[in-house]
Structures are given as C-alpha cells and as structure tokens.
C-alpha cells in the first residue's frame, strides 16, 4: 500500500484536496498562500478519484496528475494519488490513513473559503477540526460568507486571528485560521464550461 510522498516526522504538511478538474492558477495561488501564511515544509494535492458531494465524475486520475504536475514546477507541492492507492472515499478516513502511516508527521487540512461554507455537510467534518488544524484560505467573494459558516460558527472559540495564522501548522487541534489576501478567480468548473478542458 502507498503512503504518499515521503514525510519525515517533525515536517508540517499541507494537505488540499480536491478534483482539480483541471487543475488551475487558484490552485497554485491558494497552494503558495498557505505554504507563506501556514509556514508548511511541503504542500500535497491530495487528487481524488471523485467528490463524494458531486453526481458528475471528473477525468481519469491519471490525466488529472499528469496535468497537476504540468503545471506546479515547485518543490515545496506534490500531486498525489493517495486516496486512490489508499481507497479512501472521505477526507476524514484519508486523514486517519495519513496519520498512522506517517507518524510524527505535523498535518492541516486545506481549503478555500468557499469550501468552508459547506464544510458542516462533509463526513465526520467535527472529527476533522478536532483532529488536525484547518486552514482556510481567501477565494472570491467568500471570505466574509464563510465566517458565518456553520462551521466556522461551531469552532469560532479555536480560530486563529490575525498574525496568530502563523502557528496554524504548529496547533494542537481544534485550531483553525482564514486568511485573505489577493484572490485567483480561475475556476475548474469555468474552464470546463469553456470547452478548455475536453
């Protein structure tokens, strides 16, 4: 069984999942966000084999990496199968794989803030925030929106304001930070509706 990229203990690792169908310059703008503002060793795209919230299937996997691969031409992120190779159908089970096979290994979850926003809907989301550290961070239009998340609402008490962010990778869950900033409006969904990702 894999268990991802390599991982010595004591490194942070950023973990954002996601289709990435296709992967996109949000992806990487919100990638660099979190590996500045979250102070991670290393970013994984976790690329799923599909969202268990989508009815519609996204590409075939393989063309998905090869494409997040294409694009990211940084050694700080790795696109990652994982889930995949693990069987994994929800973060929180990926998660828990993670974790028991690279131990020492410090993770936070990664996410846009409009992800945030329907974050209460996830499986076992609770057990997310209360296992590993949550960053959110800045997209379009959401940023306001996703403070008032159920979420966001439930774990107000554990968010990280402010120059606090800068610990987020160091946290003892539930410990969770949104951060803003400049905002890529790139969208998976836009491209696919223009015909740019056959």
């Known amino acids: 069984m894999s268990s991802g990229p390599e991982a010595p203990p004591g490194y942070r690792i950023g973990l954002l999942g996601g289709s990435f169908?296709?992967?996109?310059?949000?992806?990487?703008?919100?990638?660099?966000?979190?590996?500045?503002?979250?102070?991670?060793?290393?970013?994984?795209?976790?690329?799923s084999p599909g969202n268990p919230l989508k009815t519609r299937g996204p590409a075939p996997l393989a063309r998905r990496l090869e494409a997040c691969r294409a694009l990211i031409g940084d050694d700080r992120i790795e696109a990652t199968g994982v889930e995949a190779?693990?069987?994994?159908r929800y973060t929180a089970d990926t998660l828990a794989a993670l974790r028991r096979l690279h131990p020492g290994v410090r993770f936070t979850w990664l996410m846009g803030a409009d992800n945030l926003m329907t974050f209460h809907l996830w499986e076992d989301w609770r057990w997310i925030m209360e296992t590993v550290p949550v960053g959110v961070i800045?997209?379009?239009?959401?940023?306001a929106k996703a403070r008032l998340a159920p979420a966001a609402r439930a774990f107000r008490?554990?968010?990280?304001?402010?120059?606090?962010?800068?610990?987020?990778?160091?946290a003892?869950?539930?410990?969770?930070?949104?951060?803003?900033?400049?905002?890529?409006?790139?969208?998976?969904?836009a491209i696919r509706a223009r015909g740019d990702w056959p």
């Open 172 to 189: 003892r869950a539930p410990a969770w930070a949104l951060v803003t900033g400049a905002t890529s409006p790139a969208s998976s969904t």
């Open 157 to 170: 008490r554990h968010r990280l304001k402010g120059a606090e962010a800068a610990r987020l990778s160091h």
């Open 138 to 143: 800045a997209r379009p239009g959401a940023a």
């Open 21 to 47: 169908d296709p992967p996109h310059e949000g992806h990487l703008h919100i990638t660099r966000q979190a590996l500045r503002r979250f102070r991670f060793n290393r970013v994984w795209w976790l690329v």
């Open 85 to 88: 190779e693990l069987g994994t």
